[in-house]
C-alpha cells in the first residue's frame, strides 16, 4: 500500500503542475511571429563586424583609455580621424568619441523635426547663425505659401564620424549619417508638390557639427550639411 500510495502522490504532483503551468501560459501568454517587434528607431543597434575593417578588434567605445587603444572602426572611419579625434583632449579631457556620436545621432532626429515642424526655437539652438537662417528662409517661404511639410524617419541606420579637426578651442566633426525617411510635402489646396509622397526611402547625409570646447555645456552646433548620393 505504502508503494501504490507513493506512486498516486506522484501521479497528483504531476498533474497539478501541469494545470500550473497551463495557468501560467493563459496569464503571460506567448509570443506569436506576427506580433509586432517595435518601432525601428527603438530597436537596439547591433555594432557593426569590425573584423572585417582591417582585422582591428572592437575595443570598449566607453573606456576613459580610447585615445590610447586601437581605433573603433564602428565609431570612426578612419585611423586618420580617430588621431584628430585625440587633439580634443588636450583642451576638453571629457570628450569621448561614443558620447558625441550619441548626441550627433540625437541632433540628426530633432533638426529634422524641428524643420519640418517649423520650430525656429529649437534650429535656432542646435544650428551655427548661418545654417539657421538658410534653415528659416525655406521654412518662411513654406509658411508663405501655406504648405505642409511631414518628415517620418524610419530610423538611424548608421552613423560614423569621417573627419575632425581643431581650429583653436573650437572642434569640427563630420559625420555622416545613414537613414531611412519619408516626405510628404503638400500646397495649400493639399496637393502632392513632388513625387515622393509618402516614399520611404534610404537618405546618406554629412553633417558637420562644431563646439568650442572650453565653453560649459553639451550643445553642439550644426555648421553645415551635404546630401550625399550612394
Request: hydrophobic share 40%; net charge negative.
Amino acid at each position: 500500500m505504502d508503494g501504490l500510495g507513493n506512486y498516486l502522490d506522484i501521479i497528483i504532483f504531476a498533474v497539478i503542475a501541469v494545470a500550473l503551468l497551463f495557468r501560467l501560459r493563459s496569464v503571460l501568454g506567448t509570443r506569436s511571429e506576427d506580433e509586432p517587434q517595435g518601432m525601428p528607431m527603438a530597436q537596439a543597434r547591433p555594432r557593426e563586424d569590425v573584423a572585417a575593417h582591417n582585422g582591428a578588434a572592437l575595443v570598449d567605445p566607453a573606456s576613459d583609455r580610447w585615445a590610447q587603444n586601437m581605433p573603433n572602426f564602428a565609431i570612426v572611419d578612419t585611423a586618420t580621424a580617430h588621431n584628430n579625434l585625440t587633439q580634443f583632449l588636450a583642451v576638453d579631457p571629457s570628450f569621448r568619441p561614443h558620447e558625441f556620436l550619441e548626441k550627433a545621432r540625437k541632433a540628426f532626429e530633432i533638426i529634422i523635426s524641428a524643420f519640418a515642424n517649423g520650430n525656429r526655437n529649437t534650429l535656432e539652438m542646435l544650428l551655427s547663425p548661418s545654417l539657421y537662417q538658410a534653415f528659416i528662409r525655406q521654412v518662411d517661404a513654406r509658411e508663405a505659401k501655406r504648405e505642409t511639410y511631414f518628415v517620418t524617419l524610419h530610423g538611424i541606420k548608421k552613423a560614423i564620424i569621417t573627419d575632425a579637426h581643431l581650429d583653436g578651442t573650437t572642434a569640427h566633426v563630420t559625420v555622416e549619417i545613414f537613414a531611412e525617411q519619408s516626405i510628404t510635402h503638400k500646397d495649400d489646396q493639399g496637393r502632392i508638390i513632388d513625387n515622393n509622397d509618402g516614399y520611404r526611402r534610404k537618405t546618406h547625409d554629412r553633417w558637420v557639427f562644431v563646439k568650442d570646447l572650453k565653453e560649459a555645456g553639451p550643445t553642439w552646433r550644426l555648421e553645415n550639411t551635404l546630401a550625399l548620393e550612394d
